[in-house]
């Protein structure tokens, strides 16, 4: 229960900014701060839910690969996801998750903005921020660690993280004032870390700085509703200006920017991740705003397609098609649209031929993957979906789209393997165990799937350890609480007892006896 105490708070404290300073060295290790930041990463994955999107989250992969890469000294794996969330929010897990949030997205303007972000968020990573933090957590009162707690464990429960994360800012504001100070320093070191990674790949310094205005300018607007990544990433004047000091000492010019991929991405997240009339009036004042830009059209075809209004869907389509002749994402929605109308055999010749120029495009490769198992041809569909998961084997969609097929095919253990592996990265523990145990007592699975089975159940093994622990500390820490009560309620009684001013001598009286 410790571990997985720590792990949450080292995921709240990030996003809330109560980091004390960096010493030099922290004495948690390496292999120490992976095993909480792979715990801390599954229990968020688990209660917050993620963009989905292949073409939404490849892309902030590749953005996220491409910074790594810059990296000097570089001793995590790094892992980057989208929440499905609307708020303008970015965080970092120890040893590399990172997480950006839909609303971030959403209400950036450029590439390079995001890019400034997420190096940002990087550089608290690559610089053991949350290491360093480990060491230091002693001064924080019992009070403050509960408050986080609760506050992060009533917003999950609730459906709303935002939820949990102001209920946590309320019961730390007593504790933050004594931390800021080591904040602004760690949030310096990474504004400076961040700045270096994006400018070495030439994208424009004063694109961080003005993501961060656009943030804090909601400040000012707002009020009381703070953006949650300012509760992270405090403003003062003094950062502001070393920002600008910063993108003074450039000496080599941006390259050129193009942020057509970045405005394609940020559609997607509006059409299919934003209330349906939210996305509708959006796009329809883009059209007003910008009659010749074929990207609110797009935006409105991905989401009649959401809705299930083909007809409709095909009509902006058609639109598409003269403003992005053979364009491969017109060409895969046309793609999507025949597969959800049924109309397989052009499903397939379409994603068929937008393969052989883009054979690792992972939307295509989904739908066409799809579209085999309709068709029946269940063999072409596991080699697709084999695929899939060599590109990423933690695309829990692909794997039990894999365990469906191998299904049609009569491969019943080897269905179970992929269903099972595919419960387990969606936190079905109990499907996940159903289906590895048949698994594993088939014969017919080879050496390898056989350990991958194996794998899967000690990983669920180990997960009814960590609730078994958490269960026995809870009741632990309410017997705990119990004892400490019934102590203040003798001790209470004792001091009645022997107080002169009480005739009584402490004893217990009706109330309607003190009226005499």
């Keep these: 229960m410790l571990r997985r105490a720590c792990c949450l708070i080292l995921a709240l404290t990030l996003a809330l900014g109560v980091w004390p300073a960096s010493p030099a060295r922290a004495s948690v290790t390496l292999e120490e701060e992976r095993k909480i930041g792979r715990e801390a990463y599954d229990e968020v994955m688990a209660q917050m839910p993620m963009v989905e999107d292949p073409d939404c989250v490849e892309y902030v992969r590749n953005l996220g690969r491409r910074l790594v890469g810059q990296l000097r000294d570089n001793p995590f794996s790094y892992t980057f996801n989208i929440a499905d969330s609307p708020e303008m929010n970015a965080f970092a897990l120890p040893a590399g998750y990172i997480f950006m949030f839909r609303g971030m997205m959403t209400n950036l303007d450029s590439e390079a903005e995001l890019v400034g972000i997420l190096g940002h968020e990087i550089s608290h990573v690559s610089y053991r921020h949350l290491a360093n933090r480990m060491d230091k957590t002693a001064p924080l009162n019992m ?4 408050g986080m707690l609760a506050g992060i464990l009533l917003g999950a429960a609730g459906g709303a993280p935002q939820l949990g994360q102001a209920l946590a800012v309320g019961s730390m504001a007593g504790g933050v004032q004594q931390y800021l100070a080591f904040s602004r320093e760690d949030e310096e070191q990474a504004d400076y870390g961040g700045f270096k990674l994006m400018t070495g790949l030439g994208y424009p310094g004063q694109a961080m700085a003005v993501s961060f ?5 909601q400040e000012r607007m707002l009020g009381a509703d703070v953006p949650t990544y300012l509760r992270s990433h405090p403003n003062s004047p003094q950062r502001m200006e070393r920002m600008n000091d910063l993108v003074r000492s450039l000496r080599n010019p941006p390259r050129p920017q193009d942020d057509s991929e970045f405005l394609r991405v940020k559609t997607r997240l509006i059409a299919l991740y934003e209330s349906e009339q939210t996305a509708l009036t959006t796009f329809a004042r883009l059209v007003k705003e910008h009659p010749g830009d074929p990207l609110p059209i797009y935006g409105l075809a991905l989401l009649e397609t959401r809705r299930n209004r083909f007809e409709q869907a095909q009509e902006y389509l058609e639109v598409l098609k003269q403003r992005w002749p053979n364009n491969i994402h017109v060409k895969r929605l046309q793609a999507k649209v025949h597969l959800r109308r049924g109309e397989f055999a ?3 010749d379409l994603l068929e031929s937008v393969l052989i120029g883009h054979p690792e495009d992972r939307e295509a490769l989904h ?14 569909a596991c080699r697709i979906y084999e695929r899939l998961l060599a590109l990423d084997p933690r695309d829990d969609q692909a794997r039990y789209d894999l ?7 009569g491969q019943e253990a080897r269905a179970s393997l992929h ?3 595919a419960f387990l990265e969606r936190h079905n523990d109990r499907a996940a165990r159903f289906h590895l145990n048949r698994a594993i007592t088939a014969p017919e699975l080879r050496d390898d799937e056989l350990r991958q089975a194996e794998a899967g159940l000690a990983r669920l093994d180990e997960s009814d350890k960590r609730r078994a622990q958490r269960r026995l500390e809870e009741d632990q820490r309410r017997r705990e609480e119990d004892r400490r009560r019934e102590e203040d309620r003798r001790r209470d009684d004792t001091t009645r007892r022997s107080d002169p001013r009480d005739p009584s001598g402490g004893a217990r009286r009706p109330p309607w006896e003190w009226l005499r």
Excluded: V
């Design 346 to 348: 052009p499903a397939r």
């Design 403 to 409: 365990g469906m097929a191998y299904g049609k095919r």
């Design 367 to 380: 739908s066409l993957g799809q579209t085999y198992l309709h068709l029946d041809q269940a063999a072409q």
């Design 213 to 217: 205005n656009r943030i804090w300018q």
């Design 143 to 146: 009070a403050m660690m509960a």
């Design 419 to 421: 269903l099972g592996l």
